[in-house]
Nanobody, 117 residues
Framework: QVQLVESGGGLVQPGGSLRLSCAAS????????MGWYRQGPGKQRELVAT???????NYADSVKGRFTISRDNRKNTVYLQMNSLKPDDMAVYYC???????????WGQGTQVTVSS
């Protein structure tokens, strides 16, 4: 069982930056695929970025060049650096962990990101 706790959300102006953190407990995340997803108002949850245990990274086209996902297995934490934020990035951001067996699929409670002037 993996518990995930996101932090770092908040209010930021367009063009600003935020760094989200996802702290895991209950199990080491070293062998998990870690990801960030988001759900905007009236929208379905969508992929933002994923990073495998080997460091292979995938980004949604909408965030490429602006967002950076990283992981620190020693700290059992995953990060999402978000730069050049746009109003369309406003959403609840969720951390996700998927094990080698896909039935091991865990979600955090989410952190709100608001982009507004």
């Amino acid at each position: 069982q993996v518990q995930l706790v996101e932090s770092g959300g908040g209010l930021v102006q367009p063009g600003g930056s935020l760094r989200l953190s996802c702290a895991a407990s209950g199990s080491r995340i070293s062998f998990y695929v870690m990801g960030w997803y988001r759900q905007g108002p009236g929208k379905q949850r969508e992929l933002v970025a994923t990073i495998t245990s080997g460091g292979r990274i995938n980004y949604a086209d909408s965030v490429k060049g602006r967002f950076t996902i990283s992981r620190d297995n020693r700290k059992n934490t995953v990060y999402l650096q978000m730069n050049s934020l746009k109003p369309d990035d406003m959403a609840v951001y969720y951390c996700n962990a998927v094990g080698y067996d896909p039935s091991y699929n865990y979600w955090g409670q989410g952190t709100q990101v608001t982009v507004s002037s």
